[in-house]
T-cell receptor, first 114, second 112 residues
Framework: KNQVEQSPQSLIILEGKNCTLQ??????????LRWYKQDTGRGPVSLTI?????NTKSNGRYTATLDADTKQSSLHITASQLSDSASYIC?????????????FGRGTSLIVHP | NAGVTQTPKFQVLKTGQSMTLQCAQD?????MSWYRQDPGMGLRLIHY???????DQGEVPNGYNVSRSTTEDFPLRLLSAAPSQTSVYFC???????????FGPGTRLTVT
């Protein structure tokens, strides 16, 4: 069964600090991995999309890495801001002919304190 | 450019009632999908469409119907609501299944 596990479940950091969120997956065959940011009460917003051949992708202060061999990804947030407080969701999609069903992680809840 | 819009924002139904959740996008995206998000769980795909006239089932399709008569609209129908369908529903669209997905603001549905 395809699975996506995220850690930690929640994280509290001080404004200005860096942090790294983890994502482990067992989805096969791999198509792509995405990271989303979801503010409370809003829809998810795409941060990065990586395919098998990509091992790093940046979007401003957000940098995602992918190790397809170990089936792990991380999202690094640099110089955190109060607005980074949100849930961060890892999503892995399988390549299966014309069918496409992504597997979502449960998310990491990040709180940034002043 | 409004992006992805969903109506209503909130809805309360009684068990057995039917309703349609509306979703529209103005980005000329071919790929549209419906998800539900429940506490403590990841989003789950209900149904998706790769273009007008084409729909397919996702991970949790039971109790839901969809149609795609135009590129812009992708409504989700609950024929006979059940308390297990209490959830937050998100519609999303993208150019294709591997490009960036844009999510709507969600519909919070409660079935009593």
């Amino acid at each position: 069964k395809n699975q996506v596990e995220q850690s930690p479940q929640s994280l509290i950091i001080l404004e200005g600090k860096n942090c790294t969120l983890q994502c482990n997956y067992t989805v096969s065959p791999f198509s792509n991995l995405r990271w989303y940011k979801q503010d409370t009460g809003r829809g998810p917003v795409s941060l990065t999309i990586m395919t098998f051949s990509e091992n790093t992708k940046s979007n401003g202060r957000y940098t995602a890495t992918l190790d397809a061999d170990t089936k792990q990804s991380s999202l690094h947030i640099t110089a955190s801001q109060l607005s980074d407080s949100a849930s961060y969701i890892c999503v892995v999609s399988a390549a299966s002919g014309g069918s496409y069903i992504p597997t979502f992680g449960r998310g990491t809840s990040l709180i940034v304190h002043p | 450019n409004a992006g992805v819009t969903q109506t209503p924002k909130f809805q309360v139904l009684k068990t057995g009632q039917s309703m349609t959740l509306q979703c529209a996008q103005d980005m000329n995206h071919e790929y549209m999908s419906w998800y539900r998000q429940d506490p403590g769980m990841g989003l789950r795909l209900i149904h998706y469409s790769v273009g007008a006239g084409i729909t397919d089932q996702g991970e949790v399709p039971n109790g839901y119907n969809v149609s795609r008569s135009t590129t812009e609209d992708f409504p989700l129908r609950l024929l006979s609501a059940a308390p297990s369908q209490t959830s937050v529903y998100f519609c999303a669209s993208s150019l294709d299944r591997v490009r960036e997905q844009y999510f709507g603001p969600g519909t919070r549905l409660t079935v009593t």
